[in-house]
């Protein structure tokens, strides 16, 4: 005979990973770096904005990238292109970074050089947003080529944005994209965040997106 | 597919908290773990990781019972509570996207379930 017995845990699953989370806010914070987690879904433009973004702002904030995929290293080839550290995290398939990974990956960068690191999460919109890396801030992107309910139908990231962008503008005349309703979502789903609107290939919005992401390094590093 | 990550987390804690039953028991018969709508987990892929990843450990054959918790919110434009589906995240009353989530990123393992077998 055997008797069965009943064990309450409520254990949080994300523990571990808010552990690394914390200790590398702890590392940012020692080295006075600010820490951006990008994060869209796949071709909406980050590798893009950030080959844009990171010249214009050469001579004012010293970079690093962290490139997140599931294979290749091509998109940290087009960055190695702007002479800054860029290294390549390879999840081997994992739809997200995890905070572990991004904290042996910060070790490796030459942080005594460094006011910004950015990270260029997986392409995805669900997973990248669950799993906290210790970053200053997420920044949600979003292209006029995908639909404009994205930040109701993946509430999560939108809501914990930082701020969003919403690139490719120069291509508004060209597809059904609902600028006015996309906005209106985003104020909804997360009033504090500011939205820019940008073309990575024009320049449009540029120094509005660039003002404010130069402000939110300065208050957070 | 953030399932086996988490899967990962799940059979780490149970491992060790099962470890830590005193007396020890025969065996683990049931895992139960709450997960909230918005974490977005696939129940078939997250039983099959269970599956998977606690094989040749002592939680192997347990059953893991996942207990989904809905996406319920408040609205703070009309102060509607209620239930929202994953994909529309707008408020059932007024249609505004202004909402605090109340439920829904839960993820916690929740009881284990074992035997002990009883003396002859």
């Known amino acids: 005979m055997t008797t069965p017995r009943e064990i309450k845990v409520y254990r949080d699953l994300m523990g571990a990973n808010a552990e690394w989370a914390a200790k590398t806010r702890a590392l940012l914070a020692e080295r006075s770096i600010a820490m951006v987690n990008v994060i869209s879904a796949p071709g909406s433009g980050k590798t893009t904005l950030l080959e844009r973004m990171i010249p214009a702002l050469a001579g004012r904030l010293r970079f690093a990238v962290l490139e997140g995929d599931l294979e290749t290293t091509r998109d940290a080839e087009r960055l190695d292109a702007l002479d800054i550290p860029v290294y390549q995290l390879l999840t081997g398939g994992s739809c997200h970074l995890e905070a572990k990974l991004v904290h042996h990956a910060l070790l490796d960068l030459p942080l005594d050089d460094l006011e910004v690191v950015i990270v260029e999460n997986v392409g995805n919109l669900v997973c990248p947003a669950e799993f906290d890396i210790g970053e200053a801030g997420k920044l949600a992107i979003l292209s006029v080529t995908e639909g404009e309910d994205k930040p109701v139908k993946y509430p999560l990231l939108f809501h914990e944005a930082v701020a969003a962008v919403i690139t490719k503008i120069d291509l508004l005349p060209y597809v059904p994209f609902k600028l006015e309703e996309c906005r209106r979502y985003l104020a909804q789903t997360n009033p504090a965040a500011p939205v820019f609107e940008v073309s990575s290939l024009t320049g449009a919005g540029m120094d509005a997106w660039l003002t404010w992401f130069t402000a939110f390094v300065a208050a957070h590093r | ?120």
């Open chain 2, 1 to 120: 597919m953030h399932e086996f990550a988490i899967g990962e987390a799940l059979v780490s804690a149970v491992l060790s908290e099962l470890a830590a039953v005193q007396p020890p028991p025969a065996r683990l018969t049931r895992v139960r773990v709450v997960v909230g709508a918005m974490r977005q987990v696939v129940p078939e892929y997250l039983e099959f990781a269970y599956e998977v990843l606690t094989q040749e450990t002592p939680a192997a054959g347990s059953a893991l019972e996942i207990r989904a918790l809905p996406i319920t919110v408040r609205c703070h434009a009309c102060h509607w509570e209620g239930t929202v589906e994953l994909g529309v995240f707008l408020c059932g009353a007024c249609g505004a996207a202004d909402l605090a989530p109340l439920t829904g990123m839960e993820l916690y393992l929740d009881q284990l379930e074992v035997e002990h077998d009883d003396p002859a």
